[in-house]
C-alpha cells in the first residue's frame, strides 16, 4: 500500500489561503482510484478529524466548520489529492493528513498549518 505525503502546510495570517497537496505514488492507481479519499485536522492535543472527503467521480463532503471555505479535490492520474484552504482562521491550526475515509493506508507526517491571529 501506498503512504500519502503530504505538503503545502505553513504560516499564514488569518483569511488567508494555503493550498495542501497529497500524493500516493506507491499505490496502485487503479486501488487509489477506488478509493473515497479525505483530508484530516488534528489540532494541538485533540484527535485527528475527517474534515473533507472526495469520491473518484469527485462527490465531495465537508463538516460544518470548513464548508464554504475549503475545496478537496483530486487528480486520479497523478494519484493525489488536493485541500484549497480559504479565509483561514486561527482554530484551523494542526497538522493536516490525507487518506481515505477509514484511514487504509499507512498515516503519512502530514503538513502542518498555523494560522496567526
Known amino acids: 500500500q501506498g503512504q500519502p505525503v503530504e505538503s503545502g502546510g505553513g504560516l499564514v495570517q488569518a483569511g488567508g489561503s494555503l493550498r495542501l497537496s497529497c500524493k500516493v505514488s506507491?499505490?496502485?492507481?487503479?486501488?487509489?482510484?477506488?478509493?473515497?479519499m479525505g483530508w484530516y485536522h488534528q489540532a494541538p492535543g485533540k484527535q485527528r478529524e475527517l474534515i473533507a472527503t472526495?469520491?473518484?467521480?469527485?462527490?465531495?463532503t465537508y463538516t460544518d466548520s470548513v464548508k464554504d471555505r475549503f475545496t478537496i479535490s483530486r487528480d486520479n492520474a497523478w494519484k493525489s489529492v488536493y485541500l484549497q484552504m480559504n479565509s483561514l482562521k486561527p482554530e484551523d491550526t494542526g497538522v493536516y493528513y490525507c487518506?481515505?475515509?477509514?484511514?487504509?493506508?499507512?498515516w503519512g507526517q502530514g503538513t502542518q498549518v498555523t494560522v496567526s491571529s
Open positions: 487518506n481515505t475515509d477509514n484511514g487504509e493506508f499507512p
Open positions: 506507491r499505490a496502485i492507481t487503479s486501488v487509489f482510484n477506488s478509493k473515497i
Open positions: 472526495i469520491t473518484r467521480l469527485s462527490s465531495t
